[in-house]
């Protein structure tokens, strides 16, 4: 299958599950996980009409923004360490994995020398899996009244990515944790815009299932590219 054949097959998934469960099917965003896929990759599917894209590695990343020169939205979804958080803060457009104050107040001081913001969204271990970054899920409160401080970043919404399982229906209960968290959260006024919470959830295998439960940002890999090398 090519790249233009699968992006056509997932928007056309997100659209009936989308209007299957009463919601607008342009409330959920595809970010394109390229990661570990060539640039060419991304040219195809930017030539097939996608300009959101997702990335792990920094310097993979690098990479690949000064070849795209700008034209794409690029999504960090990998696990930022503090030493790399200058250069993410230059190439990236939003940062959906910030888990800690340190973390954030570091890329905060990068962003104000180069005179910019940067959405981000809070990376939550809602299945409080040890192989899994991401803050307590009661945590996130405190956290985001100390990270909403900081005025270079923008809170726009929640991440998570549950305990890995075959069954896509074994996520379904995180995914509705979390969103039952997102909506406490927005209830007291805590994220950028109370009207409109970002929650990042739902992968190639799951992503139906987040839909349902309210996903606002999918991030699909394998389904657009191809299985991971
Ligand atoms: C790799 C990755 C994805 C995409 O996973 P697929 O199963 O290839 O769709 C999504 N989110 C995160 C955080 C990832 O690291």
Redesign the pocket.
């Known amino acids: 299958m090519s790249i233009d054949t699968n992006l056509k097959a997932i928007y056309d998934k997100i659209n009936t599950v989308a209007l299957s469960c009463g919601r607008e099917p342009d409330e959920v965003q595809l970010v394109a996980?390229s990661?570990r896929f060539p640039v060419t990759a991304i040219e195809e599917a930017y030539a097939a009409g996608h300009t959101v894209f997702?990335e792990?590695y920094i310097q993979e990343a690098e990479e690949k923004a000064a070849q795209l020169g700008g034209k794409c939205t690029l999504h960090f979804?990998?696990h930022l360490q503090r030493n790399k958080a200058k250069i993410a803060a230059r190439i990236f457009d939003v940062i959906e994995t910030i888990d800690s104050f340190k973390l954030a107040n570091t890329l905060n001081r990068h962003l104000e020398d180069l005179g910019r913001s940067m959405k981000i969204l809070l990376q939550v271990n809602i299945g409080e899996d040890e192989k899994k970054s991401g803050m307590a899920a009661q945590q996130t409160e405190q956290l985001l009244r100390e990270i909403g401080q900081l005025p270079h970043l923008e809170v726009i919404g929640l991440m998570t990515?549950p305990p890995f399982t075959d069954d896509p229906e074994d996520a379904r209960p995180y995914f509705r944790q979390l969103k039952q968290l997102a909506d406490s959260l927005a209830g007291k006024g805590l994220f950028a815009n109370e009207r409109r919470v970002e929650l990042s959830m739902g992968?190639?295998?799951d992503y139906h299932v987040a839909i349902e439960e309210g996903a606002t940002i999918i991030?699909?890999?394998?389904?657009i590219f191809g299985q991971?090398k």
Request: proline share 0%; no cysteine.
């Open positions: 996980v990661k997702g792990n979804i990998g990515m992968m190639s295998n991030r699909v890999g394998t389904a991971r």
